[in-house]
């Protein structure tokens, strides 16, 4: 690739930059050679001759058909088509829908697909299947917290069998874009801020979704999204632009998605946002050459809702023109909008688009057509829609006990921890507009999730308590100058429930629940934000703080003198600066799910131990944002090196803030449990490494450090024990600290284990000028421990 044909794909921001990448860009394409096919099925001959022998019948209309899909139920996207897609898909010019749910909606279809048209090739049904189908699960951001892959495997696994049974063989998730910044509402649908937890689950995802074999009838095709660095969108505001180095982006962000790929993710989603001035989905340079040539992507890409046609607001071009630079960059299919449909044929025939690109793209659609089985199983059978069985309830109840960090349990004069309550607890009040709100419980995604199942933890306290337990809704979730929320209707076109809606008198229900507190010993106050309009996406806020007037409600209660407990529900770090100083107890719970009043009673009363940690930082002060631990060194770090740790007031010419500390609030990885854990230093099985010795170790291990790890509290307890990395003499500056290593360990009372962690070519490497991934002589500093701030040490050095 040449530096013209690099500056048109990728704008670099700085000329340095430019000639470095396409040193990169030339090596990369060269390696296409021995290209890796992460996924055997797609790559495999029997199922390319089919391909190859149905492809050679198709008109070019047939074949641009295919490049089509349309939402025939609800819209999850803004101006969604109303056509007549019976007759479209009877003429073969509709490949794909999304948004029909349900084996009478989706046989309805289909049989028009198989019985009607010249080559009866299988509509592909794709559906947003985020946390859980039927069975709503934790949403994504809490089941990183839970730091263990194993739970998204299981989630994805029920999604997958609870869609498919629906008719649904195709899901939009995971969604593995690094979110950095809590101001984006998206967060709630990622693994967090951090490229080694994101990679872990994002691999994890796709196994439970795909189980490595997409003919069982139980297994779905994922769709990785949103490709490539959403996340990362400038000043945390939807689907803005992204700007930032290619080291940064294939260091950082590209991470979870390549993880993805390797694990044999059959779809990828193009995101909205532009890379660098050059939209992301009309990106030959991720779409092409990253994610086809250097990583072997077989699979077909699906732009986001609209976001072909949206190429004409970033003013690349008019529609036709837009159409082609998506298609020729390496979309496959057009989600909603339907330029593909228009445009590209004429072109074709106009001698625009060689013919060629349109087979590839089909080629790749029909690909996962097969592999699916969806040639020999077309239909579905109606079963049962929502399988409430007792062990579903189960597995969603224990994924949310899994995933809720303890983050502060303050002894209380008199008192003690307030947590664990003991069952003997005589009055409780629970307090707060998410106290009693099952729709709330859910979390936003929960498209096909039906609240009615939900437990809130008013009914889950008082099968505990019953009338020891006093409630007061407190205030909703909006008020005042929210009113035009009043009006809010969900993006997946439901209703805000009831009790997210502002209620006419709050200082009145502040008061009820202030004499409310007074009658009881204890107060636990259920506060947070509310899912529609407030998370997900298009769900930024400049405010991270509760809505509506619950700051306020819990100031009242917290004046009571009353203990209080806070838990807190939302699908992002909110900025919990108040209640950090003056409330002893916080219980981040996230949206738990259907099972969410009985997974939180268990762990308040301690019959589960919180072992979650934090997957992204919590702010003390919005401004502070985009906060996270691995920040860059600066020359004048405001605390040593680490400019994470507390700031240190009074020095002048630091990078730090004036007005308030540089560290998070609570710092990623933090999570506290009712017991306690504490750590050897840690040893490295070998002091000096030679490079070339860990340059040839790819995923082996070349070094492993250890750490012995006891609980030495009274009760059983599980710990995340945590490494990090810091690389302190490399050619390009690296991160303070990186996260290189985790395992969730359970430990009885008094019980000590040796824990291990492997460190080879893929922990040690990093991306240097040339944005080449590679490790160089230097020293590691390693630490381990329980969260981001751990102080145990050693070191490990890499020699020439
Ligand atoms: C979202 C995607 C989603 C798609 C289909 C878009 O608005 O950005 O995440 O998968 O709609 O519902």
């Known amino acids: ?129 985020i946390h859980g189908h039927r069975t709503t699960f934790p949403i994504p951001l809490a089941i990183a917290a839970s ?38 509402g998206r967060i709630i649908e990622s693994a967090g801020e951090d490229p080694y937890l994101g990679s872990a689950m994002a691999r994890a995802w796709v196994k439970g979704y795909q189980q490595d074999d997409l003919s069982k009838p139980d297994s779905v095709a994922v769709s990785v999204k949103h490709f490539a660095a959403y996340g990362a969108a400038i000043a945390g505001r939807d689907y803005n632009a992204v700007e930032m180095g290619e080291a940064t982006l294939r260091q950082v962000y590209l991470k979870p998605y390549q ?14 946002n532009s890379i ?41 071009g008019d529609g036709p023109t ?91 004069e008199g008192v003690g921890t307030i947590l664990p309550l003991t069952k003997k607890a005589a009055k409780v009040a629970l307090i707060g507009p998410m106290a009693d709100n099952q729709k709330e419980m859910l979390g936003a995604w929960a498209v096909t999730g039906d609240p009615k199942f939900a437990i809130t933890l008013k009914t889950a306290l008082s099968e ?50 202030v004499l409310t507190a007074k009658a009881a010993d204890v107060a636990i106050l259920a506060l947070g934000e509310p899912t529609d309009w407030f998370e997900g996406e298009a769900g930024s806020r400049v405010h991270l703080g509760f809505t509506g007037n619950q700051e306020k409600l819990l100031e009242a209660v917290v004046g009571t003198g009353k203990p209080v407990i806070l838990v807190v529900l939302a699908g992002r770090p909110l900025e919990l600066k108040w209640a950090a100083g003056h409330v002893p107890a ?43 631990y691995a920040q860059l060194p600066t020359g004048r770090p405001a605390h040593g090196d680490l400019s994470h740790m507390p700031h240190n007031a009074g020095e002048k010419f630091m ?60 009760v059983a307890g599980t710990e995340v024990v945590q490494l990090y990395i810091r690389n302190t003499a490399a050619s390009v500056e690296q991160p303070v600290r990186e996260l290189k290593g985790f395992a969730r360990v359970t430990l009885a009372a008094g019980e000590t284990k040796h824990v291990e962690f492997p460190l080879g070519f893929n922990e040690l490497s990093f991306y240097n000028a040339e944005s080449k991934e590679t490790v160089e002589p230097t020293t590691y500093d390693i630490w381990v421990g329980g969260s981001s701030l751990a102080t145990s040490e050693a070191s490990v050095t890499v020699v020439e």
């Open 464 to 513: 505990r308590l019953g009338d020891r337990l006093l409630y007061a809704p407190g205030c909703g979730l909006l008020a005042g100058e929210d009113a035009n929320v009043l009006k809010a209707v969900s993006f997946t076109g439901g209703t805000a429930s009831a009790a997210s809606l502002p209620v006419p008198d709050d200082a009145k229900t502040i008061e009820e629940a």
């Open 655 to 714: 990078s730090r803030y004036v007005d308030e500390e540089n560290s998070a609030l609570f710092a990623f990885g933090w999570g506290l449990s009712y017991t306690r854990f504490s750590y050897t230093k840690p040893t490295v099985n070998r002091a000096e490494v030679p490079v070339r010795e860990v340059l040839a170790s790819g995923s082996k291990s070349v070094v492993t450090v250890g750490v012995d790890v006891t609980n030495t509290g009274s």
């Open 147 to 184: 730091w263990d892959p194993e739970a998204a495997e299981l989630v994805a696994r029920y999604g997958a069998k609870e869609a498919r049974a629906d008719g649904i063989p195709w899901v939009f998730s995971p969604m593995v874009d690094i979110a950095r910044d809590p101001r984006w």
């Open 1 to 129: 690739m040449t530096t013209e044909c690099f500056r048109k794909l990728y704008r670099p921001l700085s000329i340095g930059l430019v000639a470095a990448s396409c040193i990169l860009a030339g090596s990369a394409a060269s390696s296409a050679q021995t290209k890796p096919t992460p996924n055997r099925q797609l790559a495999s001959p029997e199922l390319n001759a089919r391909v190859e022998a149905l492809l050679k019948k198709m008109t070019l209309e047939e074949k641009v058909g295919q490049l089509a899909q349309f939402a025939a139920g609800y819209a999850t996207g803004p101006g969604a088509s109303n056509l007549r897609y019976d007759d479209l898909v009877a003429k073969g010019q509709l490949g794909s829908m999304l948004n029909v749910v349900g084996a009478e909606a989706t046989n309805h279809y289909q049989h028009i697909a198989m019985e009607k048209t010249r080559l009866r090739i299988p509509i592909l049904f794709g559906q947003d299947v």
């Open 322 to 412: 837009v159409a082609r630079k998506a298609l020729e960059a390496g979309v496959d299919m057009d989600m909603e909008g339907n330029l593909f449909g228009t445009v590209i044929a004429d072109q074709v025939r106009a001698g625009k688009i060689p013919e060629g690109v349109v087979d590839e793209a089909v080629r790749r659609i029909l690909r996962v057509k097969f592999a699916l089985g969806l040639f020999e199983h077309p239909y579905v059978e109606q079963g049962p829609v929502y399988d409430a069985t007792p062990e579903r309830r189960a597995a969603a109840r224990k994924v949310a006990e899994e995933t809720f960090v303890l983050l502060k349990n303050d002894p209380v």
């Open 586 to 628: 916080i219980l981040e719970a996230w949206s738990p799910g259907v099972e969410a009043g009985h997974a939180v009673a268990d762990v308040l009363f301690g019959d589960v131990n919180p072992s979650g940690k934090l997957p992204a930082s919590f702010p003390r002060a919005v401004g502070q944002e985009p906060l996270y």
């Open 276 to 316: 660098n001035g050059v939209p992301a989905t009309a990106n030959p340079f991720t779409l092409t050459q990253i994610l086809r040539k250097e990583w072997g992507f077989d699979g077909f890409v699906v732009s986001d809702w609209g976001a072909v046609s949206e190429l004409k607001n970033h003013s690349i």
């Open 259 to 272: 993880a993805a790929v390797e694990a044999g993710a059959a779809t990828v989603m193009s995101s909205f």
